[in-house]
């Protein structure tokens, strides 16, 4: 069963001697293998207290935190332009494993429906995610966290479409331009760097007209920077997302990748077969349905487009999962996904 507010409030007080605790909220998001709450104490200030509900969990979280720490050494250092989560303590549990808290980030989530183009936040967004990919990997790797070459990540992709495809869910028209993107080899000569592998709304927090802080760093990885890019093609608008790429390009140094855009709009549509196999793979009949209708959507999206541009149909169609941007975040987490 989930810990109580009251429960992870009290673990907040063991982790922190000498916190009061005067309010308890349980987070929208909360749920999956880690228990969460905030924790507002009588001055006010407002305290995340994170517990792993299995040892799977335990071992992600004590992961986590081993990155957060090297992170928080870039950011010492100069090299990361945001916050991240600085644990304040820890408070062993009866069962094994440790709470963690650490104090709230300023900042609200991005609204990334409505990023307006220009220098401004868009901007800020780009050098924030560049920075980020322009990390040593060993920052990744010492923590213990998962690292593949470009070569091993397209073989990963191509076990997930041929798992989609046993589905008989996935329309043949959307297997077959994504088998051919992954059997291009060409595409998939890229340089991998760290990626945060659930990058969304609720993890990315603005102020000040820029990126303050990103959080939920569970899935970070060595691995295809046009991932943690997906979501910008899924759900911004057409003109901010340009000027995040903008920005993007300027602060990289690897100036190599002529195909980083065309593999995140793949792995934007990829991110629906991984949700159709979430669902089948909890059992979770409403997920399935969810998944299969967005993927006839998508196909039919895709039709079109060819239709009307003449676009080769093994090539990705950049409007196509762009129209249903709006339909595909609010359902799901890419931390389902990737």
Not at 129 to 135: S, Y
């Amino acid at each position: 069963m989930p810990r109580s507010p009251l429960a992870l409030a009290a673990l907040a007080t063991v982790a922190i001697p000498g916190l009061d605790a005067f309010d308890v909220r349980r987070p929208r998001d909360s749920g999956g293998d880690v228990d969460t709450a905030v924790v507002i104490d009588a001055t006010r200030h407002r305290w995340i207290v994170r517990a792993p509900v299995s040892p799977a969990g335990g071992a992600a979280l004590e992961a986590e935190v081993g990155l957060l720490e090297l992170l928080a050494e870039q950011i010492d250092a100069g090299a990361l332009p945001f916050g991240v989560p600085r644990v304040a303590g820890f408070a062993h549990l009866p069962e094994g494993g440790r709470a963690v808290v650490h104090a709230e980030l300023p900042g609200r989530p991005l609204r990334l429906e409505t990023l307006p183009p220009g220098p401004g936040l868009a901007a800020s967004l780009g050098r924030a995610l560049a920075a980020l990919h322009e990390l040593p990997t060993s920052v990744v790797e010492n923590a213990g966290l998962p690292a593949y070459d470009a070569e091993a990540y397209r073989q990963r992709r191509m076990a997930e479409v041929d798992e989609a495809a046993r589905t008989g869910h996935v329309p043949v028209r959307l297997l077959r331009r994504w088998e051919a993107a992954l059997e291009n080899v060409a595409v998939w000569r890229f340089r991998p760097t760290v990626v945060h592998g659930d990058l969304t709304i609720e993890n990315v927090l603005v102020a000040d007209g820029g990126v303050s802080a990103i959080l939920g760093w569970g899935e970070a990885k060595v691995a295809d920077p046009a991932d943690d890019l997906a979501w910008l093609m899924v759900a911004a608008p057409h003109d901010a997302a340009e000027s995040v790429m903008e920005a993007y390009q300027l602060r990289r140094t690897e100036l190599l990748d002529p195909h980083l855009t065309e593999r995140a709009y793949l792995a934007g549509e990829l991110a629906l077969a991984r949700w159709l196999l979430y669902g089948v793979r909890s059992n979770d009949d409403e997920i399935v349905a969810d998944a299969v209708q967005m993927l006839d959507d998508l196909d039919a999206s895709s039709a079109s487009d060819d239709v009307a541009e003449g676009d080769d149909p093994d090539l990705v169609p950049a409007s196509a999962f762009d129209r249903h941007a709006g339909d595909v975040v609010p359902r799901f987490s890419f931390r389902d996904t990737f």
